[in-house]
Structures are given as structure tokens and as C-alpha cells.
């Protein structure tokens, strides 16, 4: 995949890592980038194309893949670190952090599938973790939802998860 030319999509482009992502497609000859953000008012990058986008919500995620008919890369960099203990953590937290890193990023792929298909073509980047490989206390909720994604990404591979 070629990025000089390419039509990019960010998430959690308002900071972060996401913020750098956007910056270095820019820097790197991508034609459009759009940064995404759930608070579009704090992406503060000159040269992108600002949309809102909340992963987990689906209709958030329709609206942009609606808006951004041109995107032939998608960076899914959003996520969300709550330290949420599986065991003894808040079950909202857990819960969180299934909807956005799983959830939420299965959402944007699979609308933004369909689109890069019509471009003729693409790449999709998840942006996963280390932690789904292992976990320790405080932050087994996020490797637990990093380990989910992964699952996912084995399934559109079609690949046998390793180990097994
Ligand atoms: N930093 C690390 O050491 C590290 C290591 C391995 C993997 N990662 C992964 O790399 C990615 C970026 O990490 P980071 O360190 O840059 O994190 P960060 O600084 O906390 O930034 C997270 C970004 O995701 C956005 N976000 C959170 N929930 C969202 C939602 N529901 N919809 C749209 N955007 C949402 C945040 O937006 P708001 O400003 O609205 O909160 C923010 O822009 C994450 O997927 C993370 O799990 C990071």
C-alpha cells in the first residue's frame, strides 16, 4: 500500500498516537487525511479533513463512512486505557473497553470495507497490542479487549490463532 496519493482516515486523531498517524500521512504524500475524533473541536492539525467520529457508536460510524466515500486507508488507532481489573474492576470499565477496542474498531472495518472495495482497493491498520499476548494486574480489561481484536483479525485472515 502506497501512501503517497492515498485518501487516509485516522480515529482518535485528536491526540496521541492518532494525532502523529495523521501528521506522518501528511508529511508522507498522503492526498487527503481525514483526522477523526469523537470532540472534532480538539483536533488541531493544519491540513486535515476534521470529521466526527465516535467508534463505538454505530450511527457516528455510518455518518463518516457516508462522508469519507474517497478513503482507501484506515488507521484504527482509537482506544482507551481505564486499568480496569476483570475480576474486581467497575464492569462498566470492562465493559468500555470491549465496546471501543473491539467493538468499536470491528464497526469502522466493517464500514469502511465496503468503501475501500469501491476505490478499488486498500489497507486496513488496527492498531493492537503487546498486552494482547499477555496481561497483568490493572490493565487486564484493556489486554482482554486487545486479545478480542486479535481474535478478529485471525478470523479476517482466516489464519489459525497462534498456539493453537
Ligand atoms: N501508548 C502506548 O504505549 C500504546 C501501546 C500499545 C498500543 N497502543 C494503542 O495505540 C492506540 C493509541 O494509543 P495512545 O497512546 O495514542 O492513546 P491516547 O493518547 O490515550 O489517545 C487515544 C485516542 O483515542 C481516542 N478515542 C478514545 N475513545 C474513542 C472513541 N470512542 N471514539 C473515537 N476516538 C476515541 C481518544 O480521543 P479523546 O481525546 O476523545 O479521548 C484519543 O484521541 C490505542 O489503540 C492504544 O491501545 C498504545
Aim: aromatic letters at 6%; proline letters at 4%.
Amino acid at each position: 500500500m502506497d501512501i503517497a496519493g492515498s485518501v487516509a482516515l485516522v480515529t482518535g486523531a485528536g491526540r496521541g498516537m492518532g494525532r502523529h498517524f495523521a501528521r506522518q500521512l501528511l508529511q508522507r504524500g498522503a492526498a487527503k487525511v481525514y483526522a477523526t475524533a469523537r470532540n472534532p473541536e480538539r483536533v488541531d492539525l493544519p491540513g486535515v479533513e476534521v470529521l466526527r467520529l465516535d467508534i463505538p457508536d454505530p450511527a457516528s460510524v455510518a455518518a463518516a463512512a457516508a462522508v469519507a466515500t474517497d478513503v482507501s486507508l484506515v488507521v484504527n488507532n482509537a482506544g482507551i486505557s481505564t486499568m480496569a481489573n476483570l475480576v474486581t474492576g467497575e464492569p462498566a470499565d470492562v465493559r468500555r473497553e470491549m465496546e471501543t477496542h473491539f467493538f468499536g474498531t470491528l464497526a469502522v472495518v466493517r464500514a469502511f470495507a465496503p468503501v475501500l472495495a469501491a476505490n478499488g482497493g486498500g489497507a486496513i491498520l488496527n492498531v493492537n497490542s503487546a498486552l494482547s499476548w499477555f496481561s497483568y494486574d490493572g490493565a487486564n480489561a484493556y489486554a482482554a479487549a486487545k486479545a478480542a481484536l486479535t481474535a478478529d483479525l485471525n478470523a479476517a485472515h482466516g489464519r489459525t490463532p497462534v498456539g493453537s
